[in-house]
């Protein structure tokens, strides 16, 4: 923030504090967000073209109030920010609001109300593939028609959140396998690199020997070829554990052709398949037991 402030980047700070206001309410620190938000929000302000930054702000507000069960502060600052995402066009935003302002109509037992905006928040999340809301918003419809003992719908619902969510962190982690094999494939640039360096140092030591006596140079010669052989052949070693576990990790989670085309490439290319197979099981009596 001191940075930003240095050369007066008035955004630069409020968002620095809008991220410190993300970390203080992962730690229940509400009053410290609260006022970090709030500053951030007056600093946004005065600036149209950073919307998103002072809807953020005000949702944060919100769910801080619905946190608190201050719900007419609450809804105040979350329909605010509603406000400012459809004035904007801004669909995420949107979708966000929906869902935050739906939680808040079941903190304060609003059935009817937060299942209208959690459908509304589900639907335009779905429209915009946007999996963060879909995971919240099916996440609070099931436990709606939980409570509506409406079990199947719950159950549906579940199943989304569920499987949305898992499609995240599976994301994720192929993410951090390409970081990985990136990472791999930076060590085995460096021992290449250091093979290099080897040689040169060989050759080197050559010219000098004819400058010097033959056997001190030659042995001047030996202990630094030999301490270099002995750094790269750490460096192997080191390279062929991470590539081992890299390997393991990645066949793991992903099919061996689509690990293969990772390490590659860095990319997976999506397939079609013009005919699959389902097969959807269930316990006998389940349902009726589940009821």
Same mark, same amino acid.
């Given at each position: 923030?001191?940075?930003?402030?240095?050369? $007066?980047?008035?955004?630069?700070?409020?968002?620095?504090?809008?991220?410190?206001?993300?970390?203080?309410?992962?730690?229940?620190?509400? #009053?410290?967000?609260?006022?970090?938000?709030?500053? *951030?929000?007056?600093?946004?302000?005065?600036?149209?073209?950073?919307?998103?930054?002072?809807?953020?702000?005000?949702?944060?507000?919100?769910?801080?109030?619905?946190?608190?069960?201050?719900?007419?502060?609450?809804?105040?600052?979350? $329909?605010? #920010?509603?406000?400012?995402? !459809?004035?904007?066009?801004?669909?995420?935003?949107?979708?966000?609001?929906?869902?935050? !302002?739906?939680?808040?109509?079941?903190? /304060? =037992?609003?059935?009817?109300? #937060?299942?209208?905006?959690?459908?509304?928040?589900?639907?335009?999340?779905?429209?915009? /593939?946007?999996?963060?809301?879909? !995971?919240?918003?099916?996440?609070?419809?099931?436990?709606?028609?939980? =409570?509506?003992?409406?079990?199947?719908?719950?159950?549906?619902? $579940?199943?989304?959140?569920?499987?949305?969510?898992?499609?995240?962190?599976?994301?994720? *982690?192929?993410?951090?396998?390409?970081?990985?094999?990136?990472?791999?494939?930076?060590?085995?640039?460096?021992?290449?690199?250091?093979?290099?360096?080897?040689?040169?140092?060989?050759?080197?030591?050559?010219?000098?020997?004819?400058?010097?006596?033959?056997?001190?140079?030659?042995?001047?010669?030996?202990? !630094?070829?030999?301490?270099?052989?002995?750094?790269?052949?750490?460096?192997?070693?080191?390279?062929?554990?991470?590539?081992?576990?890299?390997?393991?990790?990645?066949?793991?989670?992903?099919?061996?052709?689509?690990?293969?085309?990772?390490?590659?490439?860095?990319? =997976?290319?999506?397939?079609?398949?013009?005919?699959?197979?389902?097969?959807?099981?269930?316990?006998?009596?389940?349902?009726?037991?589940?009821?």
């Amino acid at each position: 923030a001191a940075g930003y402030a240095a050369i $007066h980047d008035s955004g630069g700070v409020a968002y620095t504090q809008i991220n410190r206001g993300k970390i203080y309410l992962q730690q229940h620190k509400d #009053a410290l967000a609260f006022s970090v938000y709030l500053q *951030a929000m007056k600093t946004l302000a005065g600036m149209p073209e950073q919307h998103r930054g002072f809807s953020a702000c005000l949702t944060s507000l919100g769910n801080i109030y619905t946190r608190s069960s201050r719900f007419p502060e609450a809804a105040n600052y979350l $329909h605010r #920010a509603l406000g400012v995402r !459809i004035k904007n066009k801004d669909l995420p935003g949107m979708a966000t609001s929906y869902a935050a !302002i739906g939680k808040m109509h079941l903190a /304060k =037992a609003d059935a009817d109300s #937060a299942l209208y905006y959690g459908e509304k928040a589900f639907t335009l999340a779905q429209q915009i /593939k946007n999996a963060q809301v879909i !995971i919240v918003s099916a996440a609070l419809l099931a436990d709606l028609y939980k =409570a509506k003992n409406d079990f199947r719908k719950a159950y549906d619902f $579940h199943t989304i959140h569920i499987s949305t969510r898992d499609s995240v962190t599976g994301e994720e *982690a192929g993410k951090q396998m390409v970081r990985q094999q990136m990472g791999y494939e930076y060590a085995k640039r460096s021992t290449a690199d250091s093979l290099q360096f080897v040689r040169e140092k060989e050759v080197d030591e050559l010219k000098l020997d004819r400058q010097r006596d033959y056997t001190k140079g030659g042995f001047t010669a030996l202990a !630094i070829v030999g301490a270099l052989l002995f750094f790269v052949y750490r460096q192997r070693n080191s390279i062929a554990r991470e590539k081992k576990r890299s390997d393991t990790l990645l066949l793991n989670i992903l099919p061996a052709e689509t690990a293969e085309e990772l390490k590659e490439t860095g990319t =997976a290319r999506t397939k079609s398949y013009p005919m699959v197979t389902v097969m959807f099981t269930d316990f006998k009596d389940f349902t009726d037991i589940s009821e």
